[in-house]
């Protein structure tokens, strides 16, 4: 007797647990499914939220926006065009901060292209070289090949940057252009014009007392192409002051 009614107890205890563990299994069944149903509704909510600010211009709500959908629902591309948002406004940093600055194989052409302009604009050259490089690979073309030669005398890599000033001047077709913010007014000049001004300064680089004659030559063969480009005065004016002090010194009784 005592016996059955012990096993009896046991049996109503096993049950009662179940019966627990069936209610906490359905009230996490239905939250997760609120949530579920709550997670769409927002997500619902910044996607019309993100359609709105681009419809009235609102940059930071359109930021807002797309950190939002990137935090509820995030993916790839959801990234990259946050990145690339923030790379059109200047905020380089959180583009890269946004996006990262490692090299990978399956990164979209956006994601190259805010990497590369981005850790051009923070100063970084070694480290954009490589994503223009990808940009160039994908899609050769003048523009990129400017940067490339543009980058490459910055790190004093001339013969990477005569193989892309050479491309430049064979493509650069007659309506492209390229702007420069030296003035208060930013002007533009062909990119042929440009691309002979980086030659002159690859030229004088190469041995800035030997070839200072050769690139003032290059400078007033482009002048007379872009007469406007004043940036070739500027450069000009400086080589000159440099020849200049070179033969006065030169000039000097030596002791």
Same mark, same amino acid.
């Given at each position: 007797?005592?016996?059955?009614?012990?096993?009896?107890?046991?049996?109503?205890?096993?049950?009662?647990?179940?019966?627990?563990?069936?209610?906490?299994?359905?009230?996490?069944?239905?939250?997760?499914?609120?949530?579920?149903?709550?997670?769409?509704?927002?997500?619902?909510?910044?996607?019309?939220?993100?359609?709105?600010?681009?419809?009235?211009?609102?940059?930071?709500?359109?930021?807002?926006?797309?950190?939002?959908?990137?935090?509820?629902?995030?993916?790839?591309?959801?990234?990259?065009?946050?990145?690339?948002?923030?790379?059109?406004?200047?905020?380089?940093?959180?583009?890269?901060?946004?996006?990262?600055?490692?090299?990978?194989?399956?990164?979209?052409?956006?994601?190259?292209?805010?990497?590369? *302009? $981005? %850790? /051009? =604009?923070?100063?970084?050259?070694?480290? @954009?070289?490589?994503?223009?490089?990808?940009?160039? +690979?994908? &899609?050769?073309?003048?523009?990129?090949?400017?940067?490339?030669?543009?980058?490459?005398?910055?790190?004093?890599?001339?013969?990477?940057?005569?193989?892309?000033?050479?491309?430049?001047?064979?493509?650069?077709?007659?309506?492209?252009?390229?702007?420069?913010?030296?003035?208060?007014?930013?002007?533009? *000049? $062909? %990119? /042929? =014009?440009?691309?002979?001004?980086?030659? @002159?300064?690859?030229?004088?680089?190469?041995?800035? +007392?030997? &070839?200072?004659?050769?690139?003032?030559?290059?400078?007033?063969?482009?002048?007379?192409?872009?007469?406007?480009?004043?940036?070739?005065?500027?450069?000009?004016?400086?080589?000159?002051?440099?020849?200049?002090?070179?033969?006065?010194?030169?000039?000097?009784?030596?002791?």
């Amino acid at each position: 007797m005592l016996i059955f009614f012990s096993f009896s107890n046991s049996k109503l205890k096993f049950i009662e647990m179940m019966k627990r563990l069936v209610v906490m299994v359905l009230f996490f069944a239905g939250a997760f499914q609120l949530s579920a149903q709550n997670n769409s509704d927002l997500v619902k909510h910044y996607e019309a939220y993100y359609k709105q600010m681009k419809v009235q211009g609102d940059v930071q709500g359109i930021i807002n926006g797309m950190t939002h959908l990137n935090v509820l629902a995030p993916s790839q591309a959801r990234k990259d065009t946050l990145a690339y948002i923030y790379m059109s406004e200047g905020k380089y940093m959180q583009a890269l901060n946004t996006i990262g600055v490692e090299k990978s194989t399956t990164d979209s052409d956006i994601a190259v292209e805010v990497k590369a *302009v $981005s %850790l /051009k =604009a923070v100063k970084q050259p070694k480290l @954009a070289i490589g994503f223009f490089e990808e940009m160039f +690979k994908r &899609n050769a073309n003048a523009l990129i090949a400017y940067e490339l030669a543009e980058l490459n005398l910055q790190t004093q890599q001339f013969t990477e940057a005569d193989k892309h000033i050479t491309y430049g001047l064979a493509n650069a077709k007659d309506d492209m252009t390229k702007a420069f913010y030296e003035t208060q007014t930013p002007y533009q *000049v $062909s %990119l /042929k =014009a440009a691309f002979n001004y980086l030659n @002159a300064l690859s030229v004088y680089n190469k041995d800035t +007392k030997a &070839n200072i004659d050769a690139a003032v030559d290059i400078l007033d063969a482009t002048l007379k192409m872009a007469p406007n480009f004043n940036l070739i005065q500027l450069t000009k004016s400086e080589l000159l002051r440099q020849k200049q002090a070179m033969q006065a010194q030169e000039s000097q009784p030596k002791n």
